[in-house]
């Protein structure tokens, strides 16, 4: 390696060829040729000429800058390599990534970029050098990519000398224009980075000659291979294909078509290849979240969105793996789908994420193949000893030669595996990932909120997963998805069926976006129901805005989904005998709540029903899907949709018997248990306040609380309303209760300041029971 020194005159003159460990220190310019005619040759230094040349100012700046940071030599690649010499050539190309790495400094010289960048008018600082950087030709060349990555020490300099900043103060810039990795640019190794990946940094560089292109790639690859100009373009490509691939030859291409395969799981399959992600300015707010998550600062494992059927879980999975995809961070992707053969159960979980994994991260390939090599009966082994041996383990040995620094699993629909036990074993199993030490691996996972993810979640710590609940987004935001969706959609049925041009109309859009009522599966259900009607599109459109009872076709969906939750909300294993209690338990607590006037918490309800707070629990302890239902049991539950409500109440729509819920009956069963409750619990002065003269505004709200609690106070408001949707007739529970306690029901509506509403109350009665019966309580 020879290099440039300058003298005390200013004179510039090549050194000795140093060899090996005999290197000094030196520095090293990066920067964009131009004419032949204009850069000094190593021929002209031997000569003593070419001061005359305008590259000879380049060279001149590169000494003084050197010698301004304590460096006695530099190297510029146009002077510095005897290019008459076809071997000096190829040992300095060989070598080039070595000798930029190894330089203490490199000055990258931006001909195109002034300090103060100039607008077409002249006038100063209208555009400033941090976005003009971005159009600098030295960002466009082949070789400038491994001059970029090789040294630890970049400082970029402007066409005036002046320095713009270093590697590490234009990091974002940088990664900004090129699409590297910030991580390689700080100076990870670029065999942690998948060969495609590095391929794509150079595929909009060119360089002057077509086999430059391969050749300024060495470097990269840290591959030795001899330059052989005249060869063209494609032969070097193919060669240098030949020398990355080598390491994998020795390997039995075979090996991975042992592994069981379930070839619709993954997110790009054919299968799904028409399913769709995420429209342009839609789930802003969590797509953004889950990037943030996903990036360098968040040690969080795993990320859940979890949400009730619907909401749209699996459209965001997509996104999420489609953009990671794009990115060559996706190590691979599992869809759980119910009755979907393959990817209805677990079996096929972990062999089909190694294989996606050998694919996306290629240095792992050949640790998973010796795994099967070495454990023939793999694909039999438990899906612990699978996790184990076919990622983790391979994972882990790697040494930073060939698996970039980050990547991304995504797992859909969790909660459609078929076998609970199966479910939180693969949470268990992901949460294991923490190990990992020289691979960051996480975890982008959604479900419904089901019982097995729930407690799965409980037994992983905190800090270890992050939660997004979707159907807790604004509903404002919501709408606002919704309506660019249907909007979307409903454009594209226009232009199929030749509709007219303002078709279906800014009222139109905003009653279908009412309707869906937040649910991204029944805009979805809407449109194809519109789209299959063809010539009839607009008929079928004023179908579902008039609600009219044909047009059901949207609500099938949503009716196969509450069938689907609610028969695996009961547990298999029980007999006859159980069975029937439990299903009449569950009518019992899940029709009254569909049913209420007014929310009510998991307790009241229990004190309501007459039945302890552990049964109302278990009733509902599998249907986070479709309820509200929080944590603290002293809080209101509230049916996610309203169309569940209808759903159970329509025996069209619910066609198992052994859920649809009496409507009549119901409210028999409610009404009936209101005055239960009211008859055993209300009396004089029920607030014990002894002074009559005691104003409703002068009682605590914590007293009247405790002496009204929300379960009586509901009764108190509502069991009127119940007993006259019933047709029921309760007259000789109306006239005991009446009898003992009207003045103590009236003094109760006193207390929450709803008189009035007993009072209506009353006249409803009179409609409903015999004039005789309520004279012989009110006489």
């Not at 590297?180 to 495609?196: D, E």
């Not at 409903?490 to 009412?514: D, H, M, N, S, T």
Request: one cysteine or more.
């Amino acid at each position: 390696m020879r290099l440039l020194e300058r003298n005390s005159a200013g004179e510039l003159s090549l050194t000795k060829d140093f060899v090996g460990d005999n290197i000094p220190e030196y520095a090293i310019l990066s920067h964009t040729w131009g004419a032949d005619t204009e850069e000094v040759t190593f021929k002209d230094l031997m000569d003593g000429t070419g001061k005359d040349k305008s590259g000879y100012k380049k060279i001149c700046f590169c000494g003084e800058q050197a010698r301004r940071d304590g460096l006695q030599y530099f190297w510029v690649d146009t002077c510095c390599i005897d290019k008459s010499s076809s071997a000096v050539l190829s040992e300095a190309i060989i070598s080039m990534f070595r000798w930029y790495h190894n330089a203490a400094q490199c000055y990258v010289y931006l001909s195109d970029i002034s300090r103060l960048a100039f607008d077409v008018n002249g006038k100063c600082n209208q555009l400033p050098w941090e976005s003009a950087i971005q159009n600098s030709k030295w960002f466009t060349r082949g070789w400038t990519l491994q001059e970029l990555l090789a040294p630890a020490i970049v400082k970029f300099f402007s066409k005036g000398w002046e320095q713009l900043g270093d590697k590490k103060s234009l990091e974002r810039h940088i990664h900004e224009i090129t699409g590297i990795p910030v991580k390689a640019l700080q100076g990870s190794p670029l065999s942690n980075f998948s060969v495609t990946e590095r391929l794509l940094w150079a595929e909009k560089r060119d360089t002057r000659r077509e086999e430059d292109k391969a050749y300024s790639l060495l470097g990269i690859f840290n591959i030795q291979m001899p330059a052989l100009y005249g060869e063209g373009g494609e032969n070097a490509f193919k060669r240098l294909r030949e020398e990355i691939n080598k390491p994998f030859k020795g390997l039995d291409n075979n090996l991975l078509h042992r592994l069981p395969y379930a070839v619709e799981a993954p997110f790009n399959s054919y299968h799904r290849q028409h399913e769709p992600i995420c429209l342009p300015e839609t789930r802003v707010d969590v797509l953004r979240e889950i990037h943030n998550w996903a990036g360098e600062h968040d040690d969080r494992l795993i990320f859940w969105l979890n949400g009730l059927a619907g909401t749209g879980k699996s459209t965001v999975a997509r996104t999420i793996a489609h953009t990671y995809h794009e990115q060559k961070r996706l190590g691979g992707s599992f869809f759980f789908s119910r009755g979907g053969g393959d990817v209805s159960h677990a079996g096929k979980f972990v062999t089909s994420i190694a294989v996606q994994l050998a694919s996306s991260v290629p240095t792992v390939y050949r640790f998973i193949c010796d795994a099967i090599t070495e454990h023939s009966d793999i694909a039999s082994r438990s899906l612990r000893d699978q996790w184990q041996l076919l990622v983790l383990d391979p994972l882990s040995k790697l040494d930073g030669n060939g698996c970039r620094a980050s990547y991304v699993l995504v797992v859909d629909a969790l909660d459609e595996c078929d076998d609970d036990n199966n479910i939180r074993t693969i949470l268990q199993l992901l949460a294991i990932a923490r190990s990992l030490e020289r691979v960051r691996l996480r975890v982008f996972l959604t479900s419904r909120p089901e019982i097995p993810i729930r407690y799965g979640f409980c037994q992983i710590p905190d800090t270890e997963h992050q939660d997004f609940v979707l159907h807790n987004i604004s509903p404002s935001i919501i709408g606002h998805d919704i309506s660019i969706f249907l909007e979307y959609n409903l454009r594209l049925i226009r232009r199929e069926w030749a509709l007219g041009a303002g078709w279906p109309g800014e009222q139109a859009l905003k009653q279908l976006v009412l309707n869906s009522s937040g649910l991204f599966i029944w805009a979805a259900t809407a449109c194809r129901f519109i789209h299959d009607g063809r010539e009839f599109a607009e008929r079928r459109l004023s179908l579902i805005l008039q609600g009219d009872a044909s047009a059901t076709a949207p609500e099938r969906h949503l009716n196969k989904i509450y069938t689907t939750v609610l028969k695996n909300s009961i547990r298999h294993g029980y007999d006859t005998f159980e069975r029937e209690c439990i299903l009449s338990r569950f009518q019992k607590v899940l029709g009254s709540i569909v049913i209420l006037s007014s929310p009510l918490s998991a307790s009241s309800i229990s004190r309501l029903l007459h039945v302890t707070i552990q049964q109302v629990a278990q009733s509902l302890n599998d249907l986070h899907a479709i309820l509200d239902i929080p944590e603290d049991q002293t809080c209101p539950l509230r049916l996610h949709h309203p169309s569940f409500r209808d759903f159970l109440l329509d025996k069209e729509r619910c066609g198992d018997s052994n859920f649809q819920v009496d409507e009549k009956q119901a409210h028999q069963t409610l009404a009936g248990s209101c005055i239960q409750l009211m008859s055993t619990s209300l009396k004089q002065d029920v607030c014990r306040q002894e002074a009559p003269s005691t104003l409703v505004a002068d009682i605590e709200s914590s007293r009247l609380e405790k002496c009204l609690p929300a379960e009586l106070q509901y009764a108190c408001l509502y069991w009127v309303q119940h007993l006259k949707r019933s047709s029921a007739q309760l007259y000789d529970q109306v006239y005991q209760f009446l009898q003992d306690h009207l003045l103590h029901w009236l003094e109760a509506l006193g207390w929450m300041g709803k008189t009035s509403e007993g009072i209506l109350a009353i006249f409803s009665l009179e409609a409903q029971i015999p004039v005789s019966l309520l004279c012989g309580v009110f006489v």
